[in-house]
């Protein structure tokens, strides 16, 4: 049995790849080449005797079947077609299996750029660095890091407040 908090995480997770990763968009351009690529193979294909595709419904099968490396795709008859299909097998392969490559990499490096990650880890290396600034450097930091703090106790006021 899925709890709530399980498909609660489900739902932040599909929210994530939708939002954050090229996931849609790409599977958009995917969707769209398919078609045009699949009509290509169709009116190039259609009037050609031997041809194994007679309808666009065939052409579009054709379509994932050779994008899909799963070798079942029959070869086009025609040189036109042949050049099509070959160009669609490449760039259907590239984009099918680029965007998974894609949506998994921008997900997963997603934490490294968030904006507080990326402050956190500028205040750890400077203060790596204390012994290397300057007594100007050093006031300009007490500065920022008082600042800081206020701010800070601003939003706990705030949020103790609700």
């Known amino acids: 049995m899925i709890t709530i908090k399980q498909r609660a995480r489900f739902k932040r997770f599909i929210k994530d790849v939708i939002v954050h990763t090229p996931f849609i968009k790409m599977v958009v351009i995917l969707i769209v080449l398919w078609f045009m690529f699949s009509a290509g193979i169709y009116l190039s294909e259609n009037s050609i005797e031997g041809s194994s595709i007679d309808s666009y419904g065939e052409a579009l099968y054709w379509g994932v079947a050779a994008f899909s490396t799963a070798g079942i795709a029959d070869a ?3 040189g036109i077609a042949q050049l099509i299909g070959g160009l669609w097998i ?3 392969s590239v984009l099918f299996f680029g965007t998974i490559v894609a949506t998994v990499t921008t ?3 997603r934490p490294m750029q ?3 990650k990326k402050i956190i880890d500028t205040i750890e290396y400077n203060l790596e660095q204390l012994n290397d600034l300057t007594v100007d450097e050093l006031d300009l930091l007490k500065e920022t890091v008082d600042t800081l703090i206020v701010h800070v106790e601003r939003l706990k006021g705030k949020h103790a407040g609700k």
């Open 107 to 109: 997900y997963f490096m």
């Open 90 to 92: 490449v760039l259907g």
């Open 76 to 78: 086009p008859v025609s």
């Open 114 to 116: 968030r904006p507080h």
